[in-house]
């Protein structure tokens, strides 16, 4: 005789048991396993969410270090800057060489004036040295506004001559620079100045005055070297699947092996407002 006993518990249903024991069990479990996947997420994105905000803060703040580094150089650079178009010995030279297109002789009735050019030297590699972010300025010109002889100090082996000035007047920006009432920043640019061309400059362009009137009688130029930014971008924490870019005028720079390259069409886009994970 086969005995055969049916399923008590229909395809397609679950099982649910009979005992008072049984179900206080399972219900004791899903209760369980119902606040442990709560806590597990929670936690999860408590997590997550403290993560990203000390992965912002840590990045704000490098970036408040690299600012404050740049600022406080560019400010030193553009003090010098104001000693320049503003310094006695300076405007006595340029007074003097206004339409001069060369040193006098030492036999001209002008060679007095050899005294005063190299006052005004003396004076401008002094300062130059005692700005202790000099080491970013790779020329300094002191030129007369109508004349041809100027004052240089750079960090290059080859000698000026009074054709780099004129180059230097012809280039789109000279002029735009120094008819403007601020600085005017036109971001990183080759070197007008040197036929090899292996490092970018920020060109600083300001008129010097007359110190006994408004009538302008010369201006200066500065070129300040990318390492500015490269050398306080070495240290930086940069993340392999991160991206940095630097805005300086109307152009944008993205640090991409070591190097600041110009961005035609910068790569980025904003997916989500962080605002409430930065420092206040």
Avoid at 98 to 118: E, V, Y
Avoid at 128 to 143: C, D, F, G, P, Q
Avoid at 203 to 215: A, E, K, L, N, T
């Amino acid at each position: 005789m086969i005995n055969t006993q049916k399923d008590t518990c229909p395809k397609g249903e679950f099982f649910m048991p009979k005992t008072i024991r049984s179900k206080i069990l399972l219900i004791t479990a899903i209760v369980t396993a119902a606040l442990t996947t709560l806590t597990v997420s929670v936690c999860f994105s408590l997590f997550q969410t403290f993560l990203r905000q000390n992965q912002l803060q840590s990045a704000e703040y490098s970036l408040q270090v690299f600012s404050g580094n740049v600022s406080s150089a560019m400010e030193n650079i553009l003090n010098f800057n104001q000693w320049c178009c503003s310094n006695m010995d300076l405007a006595r030279y340029l007074e003097a060489f206004q339409n001069k297109d060369h040193m006098p002789s030492i036999s001209s009735a002008d060679s007095g004036l050899r005294i005063t050019a190299l006052n005004a030297y003396d004076r401008l590699k002094e300062e130059y040295h005692n700005t202790y972010a000099h080491e970013y300025l790779t020329r300094v010109i002191i030129s007369p506004d109508k004349g041809r002889c100027y004052l240089q100090i750079s960090d290059t082996s080859a000698a000026g001559t009074a054709g780099d000035i004129d180059r230097l007047r012809q280039e789109d920006f000279f002029q735009n620079a120094l008819d403007n009432d601020q600085y005017l920043w036109i971001g990183l640019m080759e070197d007008p100045l040197v036929s090899v061309k292996d490092s970018l400059i920020l060109p600083v362009i300001r008129p010097i005055q007359s110190p006994y009137g408004s009538r302008m009688v010369g201006w200066s130029y500065l070129s300040v070297s990318q390492n500015l930014f490269l050398d306080f971008l070495r240290n930086f924490p940069l993340e392999a699947d991160s991206w940095l870019y630097i805005h300086l005028g109307n152009h944008t720079y993205q640090l991409k092996d070591s190097h600041l390259q110009k961005m035609i069409s910068p790569e980025y886009q904003i997916l989500s407002d962080l605002e409430g994970h930065a420092f206040n």
